[in-house]
């Protein structure tokens, strides 16, 4: 092997770029994660179904991760609502808590932090698993055992995702809300059902809307990004890490510029 | 020493390579490979590490593409099949990868399922578990069905990947370093395998491999990728009946020390 690659040293270089060497690479990546989504779309309505992997994801996405994401949603809820209490204290208006509680967990917390903690143990994990079964040559050998790996492990996983981060979200927020209550509850001695008529006269049909269309995008894009790094990464257990730590990055990041857009989507519907 | 099968029909080629190329970036792996596989043949494959041994099966079983050259296949050229061609192609090759790729989520069990559930659909889950027993008794670890890979050795790992390319029944077989790391008497195991394979199904297999005891044990004929061609073809004496340097090395490297 060596002696072929002093040998290659002398010859003219075949491949010629077209701008540079990077600028050629990263707009060949740019293709590669088109081509890699539009075969999602292509493959996730052709037969076979691999429903029962698809269960197996749900419950490893959805049920796994209740949970981490109980204990944070309750306690963001509680803290929120605690430190946001002094300035609206200072107004006299601690009775507009729990419509302040509710625009912000609904339109963004909810959402955002579901998003963001199930990036941070789904997506890396989903990296690293395709990942490693890439390196590891699993990958190949379903395929040339003439199964569809790209059905069988990412549109398994993004579907997974994309129909149960929406759902960790509804259940997030619902307990975000109940933390808020005790909160209010307890300083302010609000009843439950007070509190929530308060949260629900704060809100409207299109927030709820926003946010659904917002979790079922972040699901989208923390699967496609897991499965997008593993599916590509380079051979090697560093690989397997880099595919890991990229995909929790990339998602998280992509979750943001996400939320931006679609909250100037909604503002532009809403007429703001 | 092994005989030389007395089933091989040398007018029937299982698998029949032009001038195959291939090259990573700037760096040439293959330059023109010639290779004829008949059918019933054990051809063994023998090579120094990375002159692209595998890169020659993954080509065979449609992983990498050619760049130039003609891969032909049980009479269909790789090059140019649908996706579901290739399928029903790869269904008649077992591919036994050099660190043996088991589903390291899936039990001993499950991984021998996972191509039959696919593409055995006509079979009741009795048949599935009784064939499974079967070809676990036949690599000898019946023992092992419940684990996990992770819970195997390597030369088990090797034997339960070897069963699961078997499960189908492939009409061509591709060994990579079947014994690569293993101690002589698993070797040993394993080269009675894959003799028993060929002799029960009449399969063609190619074996990589750059061990010499394992390639005297198995091979009908022997090949030897050197730069990038195959430069040596024959039986076991007839490849190293020679001064070529590099054959002799290789030769020495395994017979002595
Ligand atoms: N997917 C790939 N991308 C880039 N280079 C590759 C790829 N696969 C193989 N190569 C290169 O091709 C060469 C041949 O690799 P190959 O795996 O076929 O070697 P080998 O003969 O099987 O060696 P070994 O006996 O160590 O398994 C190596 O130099 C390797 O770096
Ligand atoms: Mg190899």
């Known amino acids: 092997m060596n002696q072929s690659n002093n040998n290659n040293l002398n010859e003219p270089q075949k491949r010629k770029y077209v701008l540079s060497r990077r600028l050629d690479r990263a707009f060949l990546e740019l293709y590669n994660i088109y081509a890699f989504v539009a075969r999602f779309f292509k493959e996730v309505f052709l037969p076979p179904y691999e429903f029962k992997e698809i269960i197996k994801q749900c419950y490893e996405v959805g049920v796994r991760s209740l949970p981490l994401v109980s204990v944070t949603a309750f306690i963001i809820g509680i803290v929120f609502t605690n430190q946001s209490r002094p300035s609206l204290a200072d107004f006299g208006a601690t009775a507009l808590l729990p419509a302040l509680i509710s625009v912000a967990i609904i339109r963004a917390i909810g959402p955002l932090v579901t998003a963001i903690i199930t990036s941070g143990r789904v997506g890396s994990s989903i990296g690293a698993e395709i990942g490693s079964m890439r390196v590891t040559e699993q990958i190949d050998a379903m395929e040339v055992s003439a199964t569809n790996p790209f059905k069988f492990l990412v549109v398994s996983r993004v579907l997974a995702t994309t129909f149960m981060i929406p759902a960790l979200t509804m259940y997030t927020t619902l307990l975000a809300l109940l933390g808020g209550y005790l909160n209010v509850h307890q300083n302010e001695q609000t009843t439950l059902i007070t509190f929530f008529s308060q949260v629900f006269e704060a809100i409207t049909f299109l927030d709820i809307v926003a946010s659904s269309v917002k979790s079922v995008l972040f699901g989208f894009t923390i699967g496609m990004v897991g499965c997008y790094k593993g599916y590509n990464s380079s051979k090697g257990t560093e690989g397997v890490g880099k595919a890991a730590n990229t995909s929790v990055v990339t998602a998280m990041f992509l979750i943001f510029v996400e939320e931006l857009l679609v909250m100037q989507v909604i503002n532009a519907v809403r007429g703001i | ?257």
Not at chain 2, 13 to 27: C, P, S, Y
Not at chain 2, 107 to 112: D, I, Y
Not at chain 2, 113 to 122: C, D, S
């Open chain 2, 1 to 257: 020493m092994k005989k030389i099968n007395p089933n091989i029909n040398r007018d029937k080629k299982a698998i029949e390579i032009r001038g195959l190329q291939k090259a990573f970036d700037d760096f040439e792996v293959l330059k023109g490979v010639d290779l004829d596989l008949y059918q019933g043949e054990n051809l063994v494959v023998l090579g120094r590490s990375g002159t692209g041994k595998s890169v020659l099966i993954k080509i065979i079983s449609g992983l990498l593409k050619a760049d130039s050259g003609i891969v032909n296949v049980l009479g269909k050229d790789v090059c140019c099949l649908t996706s579901k061609e290739m399928d029903a192609l790869r269904l008649k090759i077992g591919f036994s990868f050099q660190n043996s790729a088991l589903y390291d989520s899936m039990t001993v069990k499950e991984n021998l399922e996972f191509p039959l559930v696919r593409h055995a659909k006509h079979m009741t889950q009795k048949e599935r578990d009784d064939l499974i027993d079967v070809i676990l008794d036949a690599v000898g670890l019946a023992q092992t069905i419940d684990q996990m890979p992770s819970e195997l050795s390597g030369g088990q790992r090797k034997r339960i990947g070897i069963a699961r390319t078997l499960i189908l029944r492939p009409e061509i077989m591709l060994y990579d370093e079947p014994t690569a790391g293993l101690d002589p008497i698993t070797c040993i195991d394993i080269n009675n395998l894959i003799n028993e394979v060929q002799r029960r199904f009449n399969t063609s297999s190619i074996i990589i491999t750059h061990d010499l005891t394992c390639a005297r044990a198995v091979g009908d004929r022997l090949v030897m990728l050197l730069d990038g061609q195959f430069q040596r073809d024959g039986t076991f004496e007839e490849v190293f009946n020679s001064e070529d340097k590099r054959v002799k090395a290789f030769y020495n490297y395994n017979f002595t020390d």
